[in-house]
């Protein structure tokens, strides 16, 4: 049995200014990269080598990456932070900072940093050489950037960012493994750098190196978060199985999250609905009109429900929608069908309609319909629920886990939802094919 592995520091602080305009408004983990902010590929790539948890060191639009990363679940990791506060502490001071969340060894990661190694052999290394730090390098030889470490196979002669020799061939490959002595030695609340640590530790004798045979990535500027891209979109890492296994993790959140309770309040007003013997109208445009279709289907034949949506009539639709215009034309419906207060609505949408923003405005016309008249009024929507959250007497709304992925994720919950609501017993009256087939 393996044992856990030490946690990893992420210098995330970084302004990113080289990376401008792309992080005016972004901190530079965020950055997209292969369809994705580079903090989920780089997240990713640490679950993968085994690591549990994460602390991430924030400075410049750090509420934008604790919003995005949350609590790690997704990335399959525990994820704290610690913030620098209003002054710039550098690198080294930041993990200074952070020193109550990491114990007393831990990785040390550069925020822009990509490093597909053997994160279980550095830590081995670590604890074999008998240094409070350890430093990675990678043969270089000025490919990938300017080498910047004197490195004789097994300790490191010389190591400057600024003053290089011919003699660098390695390169600090963004890696280390420190004690948490080694940090507490700095003065609190003072700015520190890595490079500048390092050094010390080099020119004292308590530094120890471990050269890594897989190249480097880095989105420190253009050319290099363009050749990250490449990579991820060609190789290994990036294949459709990893994709895969990022989208059930994701659906996996949202599984644990789901509001159990608003789920239980909403069986409770359809059942009783049902017994007033008022009727469910179902309301969706686009992936919803497919999910209200099915739907209806479902709470007629299973829940013995009266159900219809307005949808599955496309010559009323259509002409509604070309005489009386699209905004209107669910309100219309309703009226037509003579709501009433017995009666319930049910919205299947990604938003939730918004007056304001000129979305799905059908949807937010015949709710205020369906509040005028007294019907209950149902919701399974996404992000924060839009104008149906508003006014529902019970909302799902489906957790929005990734930010690009929140329609397939909501569309999909919402099949699980009503795929619960008509099997629930205070509804089921009648067996599924399969399951009475005998």
């Given at each position: ?112 940093s990509y490093l597909p190694c053997d994160y ?273 007497d019970a909302c799902v709304i489906i957790p ?39």
């Amino acid at each position: 049995m393996t044992t856990a592995m030490l946690p990893v520091a992420i210098l995330a602080g970084g302004l990113g200014t080289r990376l401008r305009p792309l992080t005016d408004k972004l901190p530079k983990s965020l950055v997209p990269v292969a369809g994705e902010p580079f903090l989920a590929h780089q997240l990713r790539l640490l679950a993968r080598a085994g690591i549990e948890r994460v602390v991430l060191c924030l400075g410049y639009r750090g509420e934008q990456i604790r919003e995005f990363a949350g609590d790690g679940r997704r990335f399959g990791l525990q994820v704290e932070y610690s913030e620098d506060g209003p002054t710039p502490l550098g690198t080294a001071g930041a993990v200074r900072k952070a020193l109550p969340l990491l114990g007393p060894h831990f990785f040390v990661l550069y925020g822009d940093s990509y490093l597909p190694c053997d994160y279980r052999q550095v830590e081995q290394a670590f604890f074999a050489c008998g240094q409070p730090a350890l430093m990675t390098v990678y043969r270089n030889e000025d490919r990938w950037d300017r080498s910047n470490v004197e490195f004789d196979g097994c300790r490191i002669l010389a190591y400057d960012k600024k003053n290089r020799t011919r003699r660098m061939r390695h390169i600090d490959y963004g890696l280390g493994v420190f004690a948490s002595g080694v940090f507490e030695e700095l003065p609190e609340g003072t700015f520190c750098d890595l490079a500048d640590l390092y050094r010390q530790l080099l020119a004292a004798g308590r530094l120890a190196a471990f050269e890594v045979s897989q190249r480097f990535y880095h989105i420190g500027d253009r050319q290099a978060l363009e050749e990250l891209e490449a990579w991820l979109r060609t190789s290994r890492e990036g294949n459709t199985v990893e994709f895969v296994e990022q989208y059930l993790s994701e659906a996996r959140e949202i599984l644990d999250r789901l509001d159990r309770a608003s789920i239980a309040r909403m069986a409770q007003l359809l059942a009783e609905t049902r017994a007033a013997g008022g009727r469910l109208f179902i309301l969706g445009v686009g992936g919803g009109a497919a999910h209200a279709s099915h739907a209806v289907n479902d709470f007629r034949k299973l829940a013995g429900m009266e159900a219809y949506a307005p949808t599955d009539n496309v010559s009323e639709l259509t002409a509604r929608t070309n005489d009386e215009g699209w905004a209107t034309v669910f309100e219309s419906w309703l009226r037509t069908s003579r709501l009433r207060a017995e009666d319930a609505v049910l919205v299947f949408s990604v938003g939730g309609g918004d007056a304001e923003r000129n979305v799905s405005p059908n949807l937010v016309a015949a709710l205020r319909y369906a509040r005028a008249v007294g019907a209950r009024v149902l919701g399974i929507v996404g992000r924060d629920g839009g104008y149906t959250a508003q006014v529902a007497d019970a909302c799902v709304i489906i957790p929005t886990v990734h930010p690009s992925r929140v329609t397939p994720h909501t569309e999909a919950f919402q099949a699980l939802v009503w795929h619960l609501l008509v099997s629930h017993p205070s509804l089921k009256q009648a067996e599924t094919k399969w399951e009475s087939v005998r």
